[in-house]
């Protein structure tokens, strides 16, 4: 079966230090792999996404993910965390005809 | 173009209630999912909606059923409300109907709240 794990439930960072949010999937084929934001309030926005080719892809926001198939994961990165990213973090895999979402990172910005 | 619309973004019920959650999508596009997102169990699919018939469907109990209008507006239902159906409840849309390469866009969601 189809899972997302998040390893991470909660990261403080501070304001322009790096970050990086970590993803591992549970798929027997190829998987279509994203990554979404939800700020306060707000439902999610897509971040970015993988589908096949190049392993790095750059995404919104500055925000960047390799995909490894090896590892079965998809970190988020960012090199330079701004206070307006304080938001939660969702990995997802689409699979099938249905998207398999994690349980989030709650990320909190230092000043 | 407008985004996702729920309404109402809130809404407090007492248990066996019933509620009724709507979703317009944006213009053009005819795929209606919902979902349910608590704390520790993330976004959990309910079903998706395409042209007026059901397509897809989660692990939910049946009291959970929804619907699609000819305009692509999707309601959702829920019957006999239990104090676990406490969650925000989130409509998302795309295009097309069962494709995972199509991006879906997200309303901002219902936060309903069973007392």
């Known amino acids: 079966a189809q899972s997302v794990t998040q390893p991470d439930i909660h990261i403080t960072v501070s304001e322009g230090a790096s970050l990086e949010l970590r993803c591992n999937y549970s798929?027997?084929?190829?998987?279509?792999l994203f990554w979404y934001v939800q700020s306060p309030g707000q439902g999610l926005q897509l971040l970015l996404k993988y589908f096949s080719g190049d392993t790095l892809v750059q995404g919104i926001k500055g925000f960047e993910a390799e995909f490894k198939r090896s590892q079965s994961s998809f970190n988020l990165r960012k090199p330079s965390v701004h206070w307006s990213d304080a938001a939660e973090y969702f990995c997802a895999v689409g699979a099938g005809n249905q998207f398999y979402f994690g349980t989030g990172t709650s990320l909190t910005v230092i000043p | 173009k407008a985004g996702v619309t729920q309404t109402p973004r809130y809404l407090i019920k007492t248990r066996g209630q019933q509620v009724t959650l709507s979703c317009s999508p944006i213009s053009g596009h005819r795929s209606v999912s919902w979902y349910q997102q608590t704390p520790g169990q993330g976004l959990q699919f309910l079903f998706e909606?395409?042209?007026?018939?059901?397509?897809n469907k989660g692990n939910f109990p049946g009291r959970f059923s929804g619907r699609q209008f000819s305009n692509s507006r999707s309601e959702m239902n829920v019957s006999t409300l239990e104090l676990g159906d406490s969650a925000l409840y989130l409509c998302a849309s795309s295009l097309a109907v069962g494709r995972v390469t199509d991006t879906q866009y997200f309303g901002p969601g219902t936060r309903l709240t069973v007392l």
């Open positions: 798929y027997g084929a190829t998987p279509y």
């Open positions: 909606y395409f042209s007026e018939t059901q397509r």
